[in-house]
């Protein structure tokens, strides 16, 4: 109550901002997750690794905008590529010179993806591969696991609730590759799709075991149902995702996040005999229409993005700072004997609130809610900004003496409040 009562004091723009919105948004929210209570923080501004709040104070950016903000903010080479497309003229309202080469470079990265599509978001490259899915097999399931999330009509985080969306979802707990397998055996006849993030991103930062991931590769391959690989969150992990790491061949693969540059973005692609079905050329295809599918700055400021900043060499040395961070972070909480973690893989981690082992989404849901929402508000005050569910999403313009602080301020939060853990 302290914490909180000193997070109010602190912010009285931020509280005065959601109180006029309120009149003009349900809640004063126009993105559910980033609400908390009191209220949450509004921010003015950013530049490289850090952010400003309507009330002034500054903050180092651990949260990089749930990983779309790889780049940092006013990164200048995508600065620059989205100023030079800009005066080229938005909405061209056809083909454009930029489309083709963001989708070379996708292709060229992913070996899985022979051919790609572009969406505006993770939940409609979600929503397409389904579709796609379901067309392709002439077959209406879908297997999706607990703990989720595809998109905001696709979250299976506390449970199945997407009443409004036309699918039939099967759902099974994640890293059990004992009742997974015994579903798709099950349901052999009538299964499209399994839909798998290889990491869970939003349910806390749990990596996939590569014995379930590889079990669900070989199950549905001897089903004829298509593997999707929800790589939205886990794409920057390597040059090629986590499908690289592993080994891991998906027929189709969904992507979101940074790389479109930081601009609102989503693709999906894979196979080219299932993507084929959305060619216009051939009758009877699926349509995507979607009129910022390609809009320029999107596809200039990937295209900078994956050709002049994030090289796949860049991409393994920022795994190797995650690793290197959350290992840190791990001996501090081991060395209080504190009932706190941090889970994820390389520039990914979310912090936890058990000491107990984590591998599925029940394991997390044990922690210590009130302790999550304390670390929030103590990382606050010292200046770092995270996601209040605990997630930590590196970016580039990082540097060691951030990387430092927050390790010394999570230090100072297991001393504080030694008595609670
Ligand atoms: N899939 C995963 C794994 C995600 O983490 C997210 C977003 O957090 C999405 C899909 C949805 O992407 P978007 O928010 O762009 O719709």
Known sequence: DEARAGYAARNPQSAAMLRRNQAFMPGGNTRSVLFYEPFPLVMARGEGCHLWDADGHRYVDLLGEFTAGLYGHSNPVIRAAILEALEGGLNLGAHNMLEGRL???????????????????????????????????????ILVFTGAYHGGVLT????????????????????????????????????????????????????????????????????????????????????????????????????GKYIGGG??????????????????????????????????L?????????TQVFAP?????????????????????????????????????NAHFTAAPIRRPADAASGDARLRDLFFFDMAEAGFYLARRGLVALMLPLGQPELDGFAGAVGQFLERRAALI
């Open 313 to 349: 060499e860049t991409a393994d040395a920022l795994f190797a700072r995650g690793e290197a961070l959350r290992d840190r972070l791990n001996a501090l909480c081991r060395a209080r004997a504190a009932a706190m973690q941090f889970t994820g893989l390389g520039s990914l981690m």
């Open 103 to 141: 989708a070379e470079l996708v292709c060229g990265r992913f070996p899985s993806i022979e051919r790609v599509r572009f969406t505006n978001s993770g939940t409609e490259a979600n929503l397409m591969a389904l579709a796609a899915a379901k067309a392709f097999t002439g077959r209406p399931r």
């Open 263 to 296: 601009m609102s973005f989503g693709a999906f692609g894979g196979r080219a005999d299932v993507m084929a079905l959305f060619d216009p050329t051939r009758p009877g295809g699926l349509p995507h229409a979607g009129t910022f599918n390609n809009n320029v």
């Open 298 to 306: 999107t596809m200039a400021a990937g295209a900078a993005g994956l």
């Open 156 to 255: 299976f985080v506390s449970g199945p609730s997407t009443a409004s969306v036309p699918h039939d979802f099967l759902l099974a707990p994640y890293n059990d590759e004992e009742t997974a397998t015994r579903l798709i055996r099950e349901n052999a006849d009538s299964l499209a799709a399994v839909l798998v993030e290889p990491m869970l991103g939003s349910g806390g930062c749990i990596p996939g075991d590569p014995a379930f991931l590889s079990a669900l590769r070989a199950e549905t391959e001897a089903v004829g149902a298509l593997l999707v690989l929800d790589e939205v969150m886990t794409s920057r992990m390597s040059g090629a995702g986590r499908q690289a790491m592993l080994g891991l061949r998906p027929d189709l693969t969904t992507l």
